[in-house]
């Protein structure tokens, strides 16, 4: 990645590039996870955050790797932009570009939107979420989870629960877990299966497993991981309530009972509580999925210093 110019995408990347960014967000997070040592690697440099979509965690721990590195940074949402008065995203670019930032970080709704802005700027461009497409920085974080937690990241089980289809983190997931040796159960409502999952895959496709169980996806998991149903990405309805789906595919504690008793349960959130997990797993002893939000910002000072060529 350090001869990168941007951060596109899981696709394409492989497992020694992924541990070694893995490593360089370990050496940033030292003693304190929550709070990563501050350096002046990139002072001078610049990184503009546009943000097309809403985001809590994933826009706050770009700002604070930002910060905790020494550089500029400036955060723009489609709303207060000229987006809103019809400029296009090449237009956009463009006119960034002209500015000389460093990077660019884009969640768009759109999958491709930050492979096109990459087309248009000299800038690095990081991908914070494109559309049902991809998260990079976000299977990165959850890979710096579960390698912190189990130790390793090939050999594991890794269950994946709920909307996968409509899941940016999942497919980036899918991806760099088994590229990384996870054997990865996709597990949800059968149309909120990916139909893709060859194409998603590619060389790995033998280390993706498919069940419409809740109890077969999580008996023998190392990890389980639920998602959020995406209603705001379904123009149709998937399922035909949701308190079936919440019957067939909510973790529960009562669910949590078939797990192994090191199981570590993830949720990249926003969470809805009560819908695919229960309060008492979510801030129960299995839950790791504020480790999650605290690796955020480590792996993302990773991904900047490794792209930006911090000193
Ligand atoms: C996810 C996203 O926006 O893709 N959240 C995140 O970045 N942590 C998942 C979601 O919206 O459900």
Not at 19 to 44: H, N, V, Y
Not at 91 to 112: F, K, Y
Not at 255 to 277: L, S
């Amino acid at each position: 990645m350090a001869d990168q110019k941007d951060l596109l995408g899981i696709a394409g990347m492989t497992a020694e590039e992924i541990a070694a960014i893995l490593d360089t967000a370990a050496s940033f997070q030292g003693d304190s996870p929550g709070s990563p040592r501050k350096s002046t690697a990139l002072s001078g440099k610049t990184v503009i955050n546009l943000f097309f979509e809403p985001s809590t965690r994933t826009r706050t721990s770009f700002e604070l790797a930002c910060k905790r590195l020494s550089a500029d940074v400036i955060n723009m949402s489609s709303s207060g932009s000229s987006v809103s008065k019809g400029e296009t995203l090449v237009d956009t670019a463009q006119t960034l570009d002209a500015m000389s930032p460093d990077c660019i970080v884009i969640r768009h709704e759109s999958a491709g939107a930050p492979h096109q802005i990459a087309r248009h700027t000299r800038a690095s461009v990081v991908n914070a979420g494109d559309g049902a497409h991809e998260h990079p920085t976000q299977a990165l974080l959850d890979a710096f989870t579960i390698r912190k937690r189990k130790g390793r990241l090939d050999g594991l089980k890794i269950a994946i629960v709920g909307d996968i289809r409509h899941s940016r983190v999942a497919r980036s997931n899918i991806l760099s877990l088994t590229c990384c040796g996870s054997d990865v159960w996709l597990c949800g409502v059968p149309t909120l299966l990916p139909q893709d999952i060859v194409e998603i895959t590619n060389s790995h496709r033998s280390r993706v497993h498919t069940t419409i169980s809740l109890d077969e996806a999580i008996d023998e998991a190392d990890v389980v991981m639920m998602l959020r149903v995406q209603f705001e990405r379904m123009g149709e309805s998937f399922f035909p309530s949701i308190h079936e789906y919440c019957r067939y595919f909510g973790l529960t504690q009562e669910r949590m009972k078939g797990a192994k008793p090191d199981v570590i349960v993830m949720h990249p959130g926003p969470m809805n509580r009560g819908i695919e997990i229960s309060a008492e797993v979510a801030d129960g002893p299995h839950s790791v999925i504020l480790d999650q939000v605290s690796a955020g910002v480590s792996v993302r000072m990773a991904v900047l210093y490794r792209l930006l060529g911090g000193a």
